[in-house]
């Protein structure tokens, strides 16, 4: 039986729409603004992408091992908020910087502006990844039911799909409807409207934010002794810390699905608008338009979400998910196989939308019931999980810009093939590579409680002889 009341999710799932904003610009915007509006090379606009996700995947191991430790937080408002707090804070001192033009400088050397703008995207970063891994790391800790637990994750990746929505209407809005030029193209004369862009989505996210703090309660829902009684499937689980995660197998098989989903879902994000204006030669907002209609999509997929795990189980529905990206790339592949290229790209989005959201809100589902009721060692999981994500991403971007053929906006070549190809054949890699670890987690299943149970046993050794209780749950 459900323990929160609806108002109480909805508080929760609003508690990451700043961040969702933010990064639907970062990673659907940023390549685009930084090599056709900033004039970066290729491969430096993806330096500064990776740079940012270097930031995040430092900040999220940081952040998940500090807010495990503190006890009550900022004045006693909670660990959990308390970081997300913090992070909200820098959030809102640095994006709008990201996507202004360099202040005084905006004609200067291309060192010199990725020198200005390294400090803001570090802030960021830092900030994005305080509000994440607290946020993540509130779902175990507000409920120990499987089901809400699948009900949370799914409000609040219906909130990530509004939030995108919300992203891709203004910019198309901007792009559409605000454009007095007959340039179909992306130039320096757009600087303003990605400015009020990112001013628009901040101060719309400020609003969410104090919703979500408002609103949520970081208290447990149930008592230490209520947790172990009533969560049998996690009962062994509740005294293992941030080492003996680092000891299980399943770990490192949870955090290759999660990598690989993230890749999938965030590189599509990332190379879809160069794909639409690159490879498809559709006017500038389609990578608004398009998009939007992915991430529709997607909200639409939400709704089944938690009837599909109950039905299904959680390693059915992330095979349902894949097949639909696999037909998705089968669509970017042949891009005109329905009518022409147009609406092939309408359906593939449509496609992509509902497989990304499949995929996401499940692996998101396994990493909480890798926690199980062992909330206070939850964020650094979390962490762990995002390390992995943040830094394959900026590694990601960055091989694949620094291989473009088109090194300079300026040039002449053609760079259609070359994101064609990466829309076609990386999403397909990535699924290869989740099917793998979702297989091998599925075979270990079966032993994943007795060798749970081992390490526990081991951890408990440990404390009783060193008197660390950092990342356990122990009776006061």
Known sequence: MDQLSLVKKLSFGVGHVLNDLTASMWFSYLLIY?????NFSNSLSGYVMLLGQVADAVSTVFVGFESDRTKSGFCNYGNRKSWHLFGVISVLLSFPFMFNLCIGCENSVEWARFIYYAPFVVIFQFGWAATQISHLALIPQLSHCENERVSLNAIRYAFTVTSNLFTYGITYLFFKINDSTDDSELSRKD???FMYLSIIVCTVGLIFQLIFHAGTDEKNSLSEEEIREKSSLFSNRAKLNWSGYLKSYRFYLVALLYMSTRLIVNMTQVYFPMYLTDSLELDKSSIALIPFISFLSGFLATFPQRRLKQNFGEYISYLIGSAIILMTCILFWKNSLIVDRKTTAIFSSIFLGFGNTIILCTSLTLTTDLIGSNTSSGAFVFGAMSFTDKLSNGLTVAVLQQFSPCEHPTSTCDCGNYYHSIMSFLPA????????????????RKNHNEDTALLVNEESEENSSDQINYGTITNA
């Open 34 to 38: 930084l090599h056709r509006v900033v």
């Open 191 to 193: 600087a303003p409207k």
């Open 429 to 444: 890699i990535c699924t290869f590579l989740s099917f793998i670890s979702l297989s091998l987690l599925y075979a270990n």
